[in-house]
């Protein structure tokens, strides 16, 4: 969203369908007590696939540490804002950049053929 948005934002947000490889991964970090976040988009009328807005992955946020009231002046940690719901609570947290952010999309080929190309 532009800095220069001031009025309400009624998009329609997605969040996606995970594959099994990422809920694995996902189960295993919160059993391990880290904080997990699917990460949502603004739906995109104009995407062939409705799960990923044609991006070809699903992003996740595994984090470490949080949530802290202000932004974490940890040096060069990577961090996020969450709003908090019934499960977790409101604030910054640090990610956790030993585990992938980014898994391919279980209902396309576009990450497929992303590699393909870049092979």
Known sequence: MSDFYHGADT?????????????????NARKMGKTVFIKAFPELATASCRNCGDMGYVYVDFCKAGPFPFPPSSGKAIITWFDGNQYTGKGWY?????????APCPHCKIAEMNNATSS
């Open 11 to 27: 998009r329609k947000y997605i969040t996606p369908y995970l594959g099994k490889d990422i809920q694995y991964k996902i189960s």
């Open 94 to 102: 640090i990610k956790d950049d030993t585990f992938p952010s980014a």
